[in-house]
């Protein structure tokens, strides 16, 4: 099955560069692309994306530095800034609230709703990179560093943070990780 050997190609990836098979505005289309055929309940279209190149990427990573103190080891900064872009996800809140006013007897699975899309956004944008040859590791710094990020790239103020995708040329294999017994994880009845 091809979509389940696109599936094991997206993995954690530390190791990365600014050197990707993809130029910035061929990412920018990979990303719109899968951001606009993932779904989401009530086609609400609360998953938004910024993509941060060059030294605004590494812009983003001394910013982390900054809100932290420096309490985040050097090298992780350096590691994370080594890549070619990051992109930051968010839901959109008045999108949320928007719907949860159309669809009051929905309202209160709206939130939930926006989070299992952002989710498939990550994975789907993720996974996409990764049959492009483009590594990524997902970092979740929010919401510490909310406030800094929305003053610093302009972001708009009902985007909620959600995660930080370092993407980049990738440098080495990640080795192998341990998976639990899939008859603990998925269960069968009647089959």
Known sequence: MALLDQLKKRRTRYDLNDNTPLGGEEITTLV?????EVPDAFNMQSQRAVILYGDEHRKLWATVDEVFEGKIPADKIAMFSAGAASILFF?????????????????????????????????????ALAEAG???????????IDNAVHEAFDIPAEWTLVSQMVIGGIGSEPGPIDKLDMNKRVLTRGA
Request: charge should be negative; aromatic fraction near 12%; avoid cysteine.
């Open 91 to 127: 839901t959109d809140e008045e999108t949320i609230k928007g719907m949860q006013e159309q669809v009051p007897d929905y309202a209160h699975n709206f939130p939930g709703w926006a989070r299992e899309s952002i989710g498939m956004a990550q994975y789907a944008v993720w996974t």
């Open 134 to 144: 483009i590594g990524a590791s997902i970092q979740h710094y929010n919401p510490v």
């Open 32 to 36: 719109r692309d899968v951001l606009r």
